[in-house]
């Protein structure tokens, strides 16, 4: 038997439901929390009007099919700006973007903000960039009274002053909040904001359907390939004074790393998560110079999700590359940039096989990778029984996310799920 539930409201005018962030960009991960939010929308919500405020409006549109306008004003908002022009133009932004933001949120009875790592700095991050896209968009639901969800967002300690106070006070402003694992929790608290009320389920991503496996296996008898996802990994936002350091220690670990297991004769997969990842591609290709290193041009985590299915073993950085292999059910070791990536892999089973990518010790992460294939079969059912939980916790995420936008108007129908064959 199935359970599915009744539409949650009627209503004379459409509800109307706005998506904001960096969505249409580039990074896989993003837009696949957008895809998950959109599926809930139009499965329970089918009646709503749903538009995007997001980086990538062109992609946004023509891939999801809904109307969706640029986030800041000035295009290249996130840039490195050094010319005069830039410069000024991206000051001109600033003041543009609080009306332009405003007006957008005005419209809407409902704005929701799918997942992401909004409340985080873990990567490189300026204060006057998305922070301060996201306190415009809180404040702005706040004056206007348009309820904005922050839906199973990231978010870590932030040291930078100006970058935490705005992070502290969008999340103070939000009418709703949950979080993907704890540790965002506890960091959003740390922060001074009251969570009492605030949930943690699985991220967003772990709705998505999961599409069968793609990649090419080998001949029959010989080992299955080994899917490697890697990242223009620089440390994070309070590393930059020794970024290049960090970014060289990571790509010759990975790259050393790689070759070894070629030259046991093993097929590697190159994952991205992000436009950006190619380089990294592009530079370990070259190093290793071997046919059995191969890259996947992947466009959607769909795509990752499928390639990660058909492995023996995955080895990833990005966040959103670990989630496709945990929700594949491939066995997985984590090359952990953040605490995110290491509550994410102790949620599903993995804990044990984490190892850190600012010191990447090809030795040792290939030691890791053979005692993670010995166990391969146990790990298998270990994320077969978890991903069943993750789907059954991100169906309470929804219901709770209905009952707290969507109040019912029509009270004569009954909210009981009904039972069909």
């Known amino acids: 038997m199935r359970r599915?539930?009744?539409?949650?409201?009627?209503?004379?005018?459409?509800?109307?439901?706005?998506?904001?962030?960096?969505?249409?960009?580039?990074?896989?991960?993003?837009?696949g929390s957008l895809e998950a939010v959109l599926g809930y929308l139009r499965a329970e919500h089918p009646e709503a009007a749903v538009d995007a405020l997001c980086g990538g409006p062109e992609v946004v549109a023509a891939r999801y099919r809904i109307p969706a306008t640029r986030l800041?004003?000035?295009?290249?908002?996130?840039?490195?700006?050094?010319?005069a022009g830039a410069i000024a133009a991206k000051g001109l932004g600033k003041l543009v973007d609080p009306v332009r933001t405003a007006a957008w949120v005005r419209r809407h009875d409902v704005v929701i903000v799918p997942g992401m790592g909004v409340l985080e700095a873990t990567l490189p991050l300026r204060p006057w960039g998305f922070?301060?896209?996201?306190?415009?968009?809180?404040?702005?639901?706040?004056?206007?009274g348009t309820r904005v969800a922050l839906v199973g967002v990231g978010a870590a300690a932030i040291a930078d002053r100006p970058t935490r106070a705005l992070v502290?006070?969008?999340?103070?402003?939000?009418?709703?909040?949950?979080?993907?694992?704890?540790?965002?929790?506890?960091?959003?608290?740390a922060m001074g904001v009251d969570t009492a009320r605030d949930a943690v389920h699985p991220d967003l991503a772990f709705a998505l359907p999961t599409p069968p496996g793609t990649a090419s296996p080998g001949p029959p008898g010989s080992p299955g390939p080994v899917c490697v996802g890697v990242m223009d990994f620089h440390g994070g936002n309070d590393d930059?004074?020794?970024?290049?350091?960090?970014?060289?220690?990571?790509?010759?670990?990975?790259?050393?790393?790689?070759r070894a297991l070629v030259e046991d004769g093993r097929p590697v997969r190159l994952l991205t998560?992000?436009?950006?990842?190619?380089?990294?591609?592009?530079?370990?290709?070259?190093?290793?110079?071997?046919?059995?290193?191969?890259?996947?041009?992947?466009?959607?985590?769909?795509?990752?999700?499928?390639?990660?299915?058909?492995?023996?073993t995955v080895v990833a950085t990005r966040y959103h590359n670990l989630v496709c292999a945990l929700k594949a059910g491939t066995p997985t070791l984590a090359l952990s940039y953040a605490a995110k990536s290491d509550a994410?892999?102790?949620?599903?089973?993995?804990?044990?096989?984490?190892?850190?990518?600012?010191?990447?010790?090809?030795?040792?992460?290939?030691?890791?990778?053979?005692?993670?294939?010995?166990?391969?079969?146990?790990?298998?059912?270990?994320?077969?029984?978890?991903?069943?939980?993750?789907?059954?916790?991100?169906?309470?995420?929804?219901?709770?996310?209905?009952t707290a936008l969507f109040p019912r108007t029509d009270t004569s129908?009954?909210?009981?799920?009904r039972e069909t064959p």
């Open 4 to 31: 599915t539930r009744q539409p949650a409201r009627t209503r004379q005018t459409p509800v109307r439901v706005g998506l904001f962030g960096l969505l249409g960009s580039g990074n896989l991960g993003n837009d």
């Open 72 to 83: 800041n004003w000035y295009r290249g908002e996130y840039r490195t700006a050094s010319r």
């Open 131 to 144: 922070p301060y896209a996201l306190f415009l968009l809180c404040a702005s639901g706040r004056l206007f």
């Open 168 to 189: 502290r006070w969008s999340a103070r402003l939000a009418a709703y909040r949950s979080y993907r694992d704890a540790l965002s929790r506890d960091a959003v608290r």
């Open 240 to 258: 930059r004074a020794r970024a290049e350091r960090i970014h060289r220690r990571y790509l010759d670990g990975t790259t050393r790393f790689v």
């Open 273 to 312: 998560g992000d436009g950006v990842d190619a380089r990294v591609v592009a530079a370990i290709l070259d190093a290793v110079d071997s046919p059995l290193a191969s890259a996947v041009e992947a466009t959607s985590l769909a795509d990752l999700t499928a390639e990660t299915a058909a492995a023996d």
């Open 344 to 402: 994410l892999m102790e949620r599903m089973g993995l804990g044990a096989y984490c190892h850190p990518a600012r010191e990447v010790d090809p030795d040792r992460l290939l030691e890791q990778f053979r005692e993670l294939e010995k166990r391969s079969a146990e790990l298998r059912q270990t994320l077969e029984e978890r991903n069943r939980t993750a789907s059954r916790q991100l169906e309470q995420q929804f219901t709770a996310l209905t």
């Open 413 to 417: 129908r009954a909210d009981t799920p």
